[in-house]
T-cell receptor, first 114, second 115 residues
Framework: EAGVTQSPTHLIKTRGQQATLRCSPISGHTSVYWYQQALGLGLQFLLWYDEGEERNRGNFPPRFSGRQFPNYSSELNVNALELEDSALYLC?????????????FGDGTRLSIL | AQSVAQPEDQVNVAEGNPLTVKCTYSVSGNPYLFWYVQYPNRGLQFLLKYITGDNLVKGSYGFEAEFNKSQTSFHLKKPSALVSDSALYFC?????????????WGAGTKLIIKP
């Protein structure tokens, strides 16, 4: 079974640019979550999508947005990039709205802002 | 407010000794509890979960965790540590009654196993 895949692995941008990160969930998983992890520290919840709709959002500005496609893959868009956006962005998937199911993670996209 | 505490930023253990990584939680309802491990430059890997039933849960790589409702704790344990267990460990909790299915994460504990 293929795991969660994220692309690109690394992304280098400059301040003010826009970044797009992509995520393919495990086959059969309908929920996709996005997290930001700065400097190997804790996880900050960004967004949750299920069945194509945004279900919940963390405490991030509106320039962080995303969407989920009919095949359940997802993309995260970050506009007007700032230096503080440099982080590892992790995507996770799970079996829909089942609260006892674990999330399964990809290896992340390392976003560096110069 | 719901929260998860991992009171130790770092835990140092000699190889072959037992290890414990601590986690306590606060939720308004009954919890689902999870442990994950993160190796350098990798995503998180699911280790084990507590849903219901036996308070001692066994997971991957020889890890286990004990759910203690009265102490609201879910400590991760392993009888004999390996150098390869060195990694960052995260505890997470979800309130069964939360309609947002929000997963609350601890800040992580760095586990260092010395040969």
């Amino acid at each position: 079974e293929a795991g969660v895949t994220q692309s690109p692995t690394h992304l280098i941008k400059t301040r003010g640019q826009q970044a797009t990160l992509r995520c393919s969930p495990i086959s059969g998983h309908t929920s996709v979550y996005w997290y930001q992890q700065a400097l190997g520290l804790g996880l900050q919840f960004l967004l949750w999508y299920d069945e194509g709709e945004e279900r919940n959002r963390g405490n991030f500005p509106p320039r962080f947005s995303g969407r989920q496609f009919p095949n359940y893959s997802s993309e995260l868009n970050v506009n007007a990039l700032e230096l503080e956006d440099s982080a590892l962005y992790l995507c996770a998937s799970s079996l829909g709205q089942l609260s006892n199911q674990p999330q399964h993670f990809g290896d992340g996209t390392r976003l560096s802002i110069l | 407010a719901q929260s998860v505490a991992q009171p130790e930023d770092q835990v140092n253990v000699a190889e072959g000794n037992p290890l414990t990584v601590k986690c306590t939680y606060s939720v308004s309802g009954n919890p689902y509890l999870f442990w994950y491990v993160q190796y350098p430059n990798r995503g998180l890997q699911f280790l084990l979960k507590y849903i219901t039933g036996d308070n001692l849960v066994k997971g991957s790589y020889g890890f286990e965790a004990e759910f203690n409702k009265s102490q609201t704790s879910f400590h991760l344990k392993k009888p004999s540590a390996l150098v390869s267990d060195s990694a960052l460990y995260f505890c997470a909790v979800r309130d069964r009654g939360d309609s947002n299915y929000q997963l609350i994460w601890g800040a992580g504990t760095k586990l260092i196993i010395k040969p």
